[in-house]
């Protein structure tokens, strides 16, 4: 069985925190895009906002950085991450579904 693209494995975790009723935004942290066959590059953002927000039906904010087998997260990623936990929030680091199901979990434990 081939890898999953880090696209895919966004797609089945979106689908997966919809299903379980988090509202959930996909941020777009290329930096650039392309216009008329040309790179536009911004200059606004923060660099290592994770790839999915999401907060919980019970008003957890929740931030998933997602990776493909084989990726690595730059520093950054991992300081977001690591913020967003210690603010009281749950930063993932998420390989496959398998992880940020596991988490959601353990959160929807705590939260009752």
């Given amino acids: 069985m081939r890898n999953a693209t880090e696209q895919e494995i966004q ?7 919809r299903l379980k009723h988090y509202v959930v935004f996909k941020h777009h942290s290329t ?3 392309i216009r008329d066959s040309k790179p536009v590059f911004f200059k ?5 906002i994770a790839d999915i ?5 019970k ?17 950054e990623q991992l300081d977001f991450l ?3 936990n210690r603010a009281g ?3 993932i680091l998420a390989y496959d579904l398998e992880t940020v199901v596991t988490k959601v979990e353990e959160l929807a434990r705590r939260d009752v």
Wanted: contains cysteine.
């Fill in 11 to 17: 797609k089945t975790i979106i689908d997966y925190l």
């Fill in 31 to 33: 930096g650039s895009t």
């Fill in 44 to 48: 606004y953002g923060d660099r290592g």
């Fill in 53 to 57: 927000i999401a907060c919980s039906t």
């Fill in 59 to 75: 008003g957890t904010f929740v931030a998933v950085e997602v990776k493909k087998k084989g990726g690595k997260p730059s520093p």
């Fill in 82 to 84: 690591e913020r967003v």
């Fill in 89 to 91: 929030g749950l930063g």
